[in-house]
């Protein structure tokens, strides 16, 4: 593996990439599926009088913010499955390394999520390391952030993804 | 509704309570599912163990940060409006596993915006074996009639 990052890979940093729309807009069914999941009786999401009273009506969890953008199993017309967190996709291919891990993830949380909102979503790569070796093996670490807005362009949140994508034959010893 | 939980309750070194929870394959499928992870490893024995290495399916990343979610929002009560939240995977969490979710206030600050923070250290374990760790920070109501949810634009700096 070379040392040196290529060029078309350098440019992508700080770019906007992977501008998208949800396929759906958010919605109480997967709100109380998401809650029941890990027995979140937090009112703001089952009490409608409460929910009024404090956040101005329904909210979303607030840790939901990229489930509204994962793709959906199969859609009519589609050939290959499609990715969330694509940038981390393209670097694995485009960098030779075919296993990955995200390592931490950071959510800073803004606007709240509604029921009836429709976010838009967009990608940026913000670095990637020189060449390292770890206990998986060598690679480089990656950390690439996901905007998250509403329809009137308020930001809801913004993720940031480590990951580390490697090569496991040459694992250290 | 007044909040359960207001800043001045709240100092560097409180323990929140201990939340256990039994995980059995219906918590993992079901975690899964509700965040949109259709990723074999989280529902099919047979490709976790011999495509992962692993003994079993495991809590995929975002439930657990839903299980942080609802930690923190269990202690502060609704009022509670969380700002950030970091996770770091260390190991994974099967069916079987008791987790156990701790966490320690290690900060409490009012910003120049007038909102008040508690900055939180959690962890996830099964045993003795921390398997994600969460630092967290979480606005929470400096007085009865505040409410951090209000906030907006400037006035919210998470």
């Known amino acids: 593996m070379s040392d040196e990052l290529p060029e078309d890979v350098i440019t992508l940093i700080d770019q906007t990439v992977h ?3 949800a ?13 029941a999941s890990v027995e979140n ?3 703001l999401y089952w009490d409608e009088t409460a929910a009024a009273e404090i956040t101005g009506g329904p909210i979303a969890p607030l840790s939901m913010l990229s489930t509204w953008f994962r793709p959906h199993h199969w859609a009519p017309g589609r050939d290959e499955p ?19 891990i995200i390592a931490e993830f950071t959510t800073v949380f803004h606007e709240p999520v509604r029921p009836g909102d429709v976010l838009t979503t967009c990608q940026r790569l913000r670095s990637v390391s020189p060449v390292k070796r770890t206990k998986l093996g060598r690679g480089r670490f990656w950390t690439i952030d996901v905007e998250y807005r509403n329809v009137r362009g308020e930001l809801c949140g913004v993720e940031s993804y480590t990951g580390f994508g490697y090569n496991r034959e040459e694992a250290a010893a | 509704m007044k909040p359960q939980l207001t800043l ?5 070194g409180d323990a929140l309570p201990v939340l256990r929870y039994p995980v059995s394959a219906t918590t993992v499928v079901l975690g899964a599912l509700a965040t949109r992870d259709w990723r074999p490893m989280h529902h099919d024995h047979e490709f976790a163990v011999t495509r992962n290495g692993v003994r079993d399916i495991f809590l995929n990343t975002p439930n657990q940060a839903a299980w942080f979610e609802r930690y923190l929002t269990d202690w502060t009560g609704p009022h509670g409006r969380p700002g950030r939240m970091r996770l ?8 079987g596993d008791e987790m156990v979710i701790t966490g320690t206030v290690t900060a409490v600050a009012v910003d120049q915006a007038g909102c008040g923070w508690a900055e939180v250290e959690l962890d996830l374990a099964v045993g ?15 007085s009865p009639d505040d409410n951090p949810w209000a906030r907006r634009g400037e006035r919210w700096r998470p």
């Not at chain 2, 003795?128 to 400096?142: D, F, I, M």
């Open chain 2, 88 to 95: 770091r995977m260390k190991d994974s969490v099967f069916p």
């Open chain 2, 8 to 12: 001045d309750q709240i100092a560097a």
């Open chain 1, 82 to 100: 499609k990715l969330p967190l694509q940038v981390h996709f393209d670097l694995k291919k485009r960098l030779n390394l075919p296993e990955a």
């Open chain 1, 23 to 35: 396929d759906f807009p958010v919605e109480r069914g997967y709100v109380w599926t998401a809650c």
């Open chain 1, 41 to 43: 009786g937090n009112p």
């Open chain 1, 19 to 21: 501008e998208e729309t």
């Open chain 2, 128 to 142: 003795q074996e921390s398997k994600t760790g969460c630092s967290a920070r979480v606005a929470v109501p400096v």
